[in-house]
């Protein structure tokens, strides 16, 4: 049995959060999702494993600690500072991707209302080989093609 790789989500919004599931429950594969309702449960979760995520998912509009300041702090720990961590904000604002790119965040994932469009950007995510992908200017923001 091949060990499943956790996915960890942090978002302020309940139905966003379930969305994430149902739509990582369609694309299938082999993820477990840990949900968290802001960046300090996050935090609390990632230092006391298990589960390790494989791979991080922030929302950056959120109370106590903003998905900014979580990748901040994940950046600043020796132990997570390769861990793949992906924006996703309604957030389009430039400054906030730029923000995000500085701060060391993987990749930025516009957040669609459209379940469809966001499901598409999730899957696109999911397929980045985060060993050998460098974001930049170029590359760091999802686009649909």
């Known amino acids: 049995m091949n060990e499943k790789l956790t996915i960890f ?11 994430f599931k ?13 949900t968290h309702a802001d960046g300090v449960e996050l935090m ?13 998912f922030l929302d950056i509009n959120m109370p106590k600690m903003n998905g900014l300041e979580v990748l901040k702090k994940l950046r600043e720990s020796d132990k997570f500072k ?3 961590v992906i924006m996703l904000s309604t957030t389009k604002d430039g ?3 730029q923000q995000s790119l500085a ?4 990749y930025y994932v516009p957040k669609s209302s459209r379940f469809d469009e966001l ?19 170029t590359n760091f923001t999802y686009t649909r093609n």
């Open 82 to 84: 390769k861990l793949p």
């Open 44 to 56: 609390a979760a990632i230092n006391n494993p298990p589960p390790t995520p494989y791979l991080v």
């Open 119 to 137: 499901k598409l950007s999730i899957q696109h995510s999911l397929q980045i080989n985060w060993e050998t992908f460098i974001p930049d200017n």
């Open 22 to 34: 149902l739509i990582i429950k369609q694309i299938g594969g082999n993820y477990e999702v840990v």
């Open 95 to 97: 400054p906030f991707v």
């Open 103 to 106: 701060l060391g965040a993987n």
């Open 9 to 19: 989500y942090a978002d302020d919004d309940l139905d966003d959060l379930e969305f």
